[in-house]
Structure formats: structure tokens, C-alpha cells
């Protein structure tokens, strides 16, 4: 990645974790390459800002780089003194600054040094924004990762925020042949336009007209599983609920779905024509009443 990952999300050494996470959200949404199709500007961006949570996001990755024990890349550091001289002695400081571990044991391999075997690579990790309606019947999603791979994840039925998918053998490879390491994709839900999640219930709001709340019938309104007739009662009022079984969200615990609680809101025409202007000042005057009286 190179650079500094605070300066990348924009945060100062001082942030906290959930300021962190915050900072990732925001650039990632928009620097997503799905937002910004064929802009090699942006699609740069996005890979250093994920690199750059990728190593600030782990609390012992950002203690490391803040130690200074590994780069922005997540190299270690080779801070000791070779052979003896330290800081200070003659012929400098001894110090290999951003080298590679291993390229150091196999260049000194010859001359008693030890050199390591395969290693596991690294996991990676990575944060996956999805809609409401995609976390409870699940589909398909691109990621894309700050070395440029890309990968369709499969988003299981019931997905719920802060779940963890791990993918095999996607993470870091391995060094001298060793096995790769994993991705583990955090899901987050995405804030839904139209309902409010209060467990595994859903709320929304159900715009009705003023002819079938007040003559009742059936009215079409809009769920996660798509578009379904709602029956309401002659004579409805805006803020009664209607409550629809099974509609809901998924409960992570017992994998049962909650219920879409629908609040009926009696909306007027947007243009009051003569003959409904009309009506209203006849029953005013006829037929008075008082909505707060019971």
C-alpha cells in the first residue's frame, strides 16, 4: 500500500476503533469500483483504503505499525543490530529497514544462519456492505480486495450484520510453498430506505388513500419478499398497524423470521380537485366531529 494508512482514511493516530470503522464505511461506499465503473482513480483509492483498515482495523496489526514493527503493508521491520554493531557503530546502524525476513535467513543461510520453512500466509480481512432484502434471501455480491483480486461471495440466506464468511485459501499466499491464508468478509447491512429493523421485526410506514380507508378494501403495499395485497378495515385511520406474519428479518439466534409491522398513514390526493373541496366544506358544516373525541 505504502504511505500512511491514517492519512489514507483521513483519522488521526488518536482515533478510536469505532471512528476507524466509520471513516472505512464512508470511503469504501464511495469509492466502491460497482459506483465508479471503468474509474482507475477511484478503484486505486478503494484498494489503499482497504488495505489501510485491513491493518488499522486489527488492534494488533495497528499496535505493531504504531510500534513501528511493521510497514504500512504489514512487513515486519528488522529493527536488531547484525553482527554485533548497534546504533552508533562504525559502518552504520546494521538496521534492515523493510526488508523481508526471509530474504535475510536465506541470504545468510550459507554462513550458519538458519533459514525458515513454509508459512501459512496471512489472513485478510474485509468488510462487505449488502441490502436489507440480500441478508434474508441471500444471493451473490463482488468484492474486490486491495491487491486487485476480485471474487464473488455468496451471501448465505439469514445473513446478519457483523457475520463473519470465511473464504478458503483467498487470504495472503504462503511463503516458500506453504499453504495460503483465508479472507474473512465481515457482513454489514445497509440502512433500508423504506424499514426500521427493532429486532427481527420489520416497521414501515403504508401510505392508504382516503377513499379506502374509509370505504376499506385492499391496497398494495411493498415487502422484502416483494409486493403483497393488505385487506384494511372500512373506516381505517392512519396509525393503526397492520401486522404481517413472517415478513420480517431474521433472527440470528433461533434462525426463525420476525414480522413487517406496517403503520397505515391516510394520505390526501397532492392536488385537492373542486368536488373533494367541495364535499369536505358540506360535511364540515353538516356533519362536524372531533378527531380526538371518543
Known amino acids: 500500500m505504502a504511505g500512511d494508512p491514517y492519512k489514507e482514511l483521513g483519522v488521526p493516530r488518536s482515533a478510536t476503533k469505532a471512528e476507524i470503522k466509520k471513516a472505512f464505511h464512508r470511503l469504501a461506499k464511495d469509492l466502491h469500483p460497482d459506483r465508479n465503473p471503468g474509474d482507475k482513480a477511484a478503484e486505486e483509492r478503494f484498494k489503499r483504503v482497504t488495505a489501510a483498515f485491513d491493518l488499522l482495523g486489527d488492534e494488533e496489526k495497528r499496535?505493531?505499525?504504531?510500534?513501528?514493527e511493521i510497514?504500512?503493508?504489514?512487513?515486519?521491520?528488522?529493527?536488531?543490530?547484525?553482527?554485533?554493531?548497534?546504533?552508533?557503530?562504525?559502518?552504520?546502524?546494521?538496521?534492515?529497514?523493510?526488508?523481508?525476513?526471509d530474504d535475510i535467513f536465506e541470504m545468510f543461510g550459507g554462513m550458519g544462519g538458519r533459514a525458515r520453512g513454509p508459512a501459512r500466509g496471512q489472513d485478510i480481512r474485509a468488510r462487505m456492505e449488502i441490502s436489507l432484502e440480500e441478508s434474508i434471501a441471500g444471493g451473490t455480491r463482488r468484492i474486490a480486495f486491495s491487491d486487485g483480486r476480485t471474487l464473488d461471495v455468496n451471501i448465505p440466506k439469514g445473513a446478519a450484520e457483523g457475520q463473519v464468511l470465511r473464504l478458503k485459501d483467498q487470504g495472503a499466499p504462503g511463503r516458500q510453498g506453504g499453504p495460503s491464508g483465508d479472507a474473512l468478509i465481515e457482513i454489514v447491512v445497509a440502512e433500508h430506505p423504506i424499514y426500521r429493523r427493532e429486532g427481527a421485526d420489520l416497521h414501515m410506514d403504508a401510505p392508504v388513500s382516503a377513499p379506502d380507508a374509509i370505504l376499506?378494501?385492499?391496497?398494495?403495499?411493498?415487502?422484502?419478499?416483494?409486493?403483497v395485497k393488505l385487506k384494511i378495515d372500512k373506516g381505517s385511520n392512519s396509525g393503526q398497524v397492520m401486522r404481517l406474519k413472517g415478513r420480517g428479518a431474521?433472527?440470528?439466534?433461533?434462525?426463525?423470521?420476525?414480522?413487517?409491522?406496517?403503520?397505515?398513514?391516510?394520505?390526501?390526493?397532492?392536488?385537492i380537485d373542486p368536488d373533494l373541496e367541495q364535499f369536505a366544506e358540506a360535511w364540515r358544516e353538516q356533519r362536524p366531529y372531533s378527531p380526538t373525541a371518543r
Open 216 to 227: 376499506g378494501g385492499k391496497v398494495t403495499i411493498q415487502t422484502p419478499d416483494g409486493a
Open 71 to 101: 510497514d504500512a503493508d504489514g512487513r515486519e521491520q528488522f529493527r536488531g543490530g547484525f553482527g554485533g554493531r548497534g546504533p552508533g557503530a562504525a559502518g552504520g546502524s546494521g538496521r534492515f529497514e523493510g526488508a523481508d525476513l
Open 250 to 271: 431474521f433472527d440470528a439466534r433461533t434462525g426463525k423470521r420476525g414480522d413487517l409491522m406496517a403503520r397505515l398513514m391516510v394520505m390526501l390526493p397532492r392536488t
Open 63 to 68: 499496535a505493531k505499525f504504531d510500534r513501528g
